[in-house]
């Protein structure tokens, strides 16, 4: 029974691992059609005159927001008790806003972070008052700046 289990959560990963590589296949291939379509010698002009720092400075604030977003969920695992990786919790992170952005009304990304949680040991009830608490507390900073 075990070794069933097992090679389900095999199947799965590859599954999962499929669906990234057919993604981002498909994403490069849009990518390039729409610049080939679009793109003209004042786009490309404009693309040289891009200040690369400023580039990489908003990638890097993005990175850092995810990987805070996801010590702030660290932080409230640890205080209840559970010991989750960093990366598992940025990964928690990440799925959510993922989620929130494909699915209508950002209604996705909640569940998925409170089965993500619940997989690894966390409680349903622990996990969903746990998201409660984090959206409060980014609540409470967000209206005193």
């Known amino acids: 029974m075990k070794n069933n289990n097992l090679d389900k959560e095999k199947r799965t990963g590859n599954y999962i691992r499929l669906g990234i590589q057919v993604f981002v296949c498909i994403t490069i291939v849009i990518f390039v059609l729409i610049f080939w379509k679009t793109l003209d010698e004042e786009s490309w002009f404009q693309i040289k005159q891009v200040n690369y720092f400023y580039l990489v400075l908003a990638l890097l604030s993005s990175a850092l927001a995810w990987f805070f977003d996801g010590l702030i969920i660290l932080i409230f695992a640890t205080a209840l ?13 990440l799925a959510n806003i993922f989620v929130s952005t494909v699915t209508p009304f ?10 993500m949680l619940n997989k690894n040991g966390i409680s349903i009830a622990v996990s969903y008052t746990h998201l409660r608490a984090h959206e409060t507390v980014l609540d409470l900073v967000c209206r005193l700046l």
């Not at 950002?106 to 089965?115: M, V």
């Open 81 to 93: 008790g559970y010991k989750l990786p960093v990366m598992f919790c940025t990964g928690v992170n």
């Open 106 to 115: 950002q209604s996705g990304g909640a569940p998925l972070q409170i089965y």
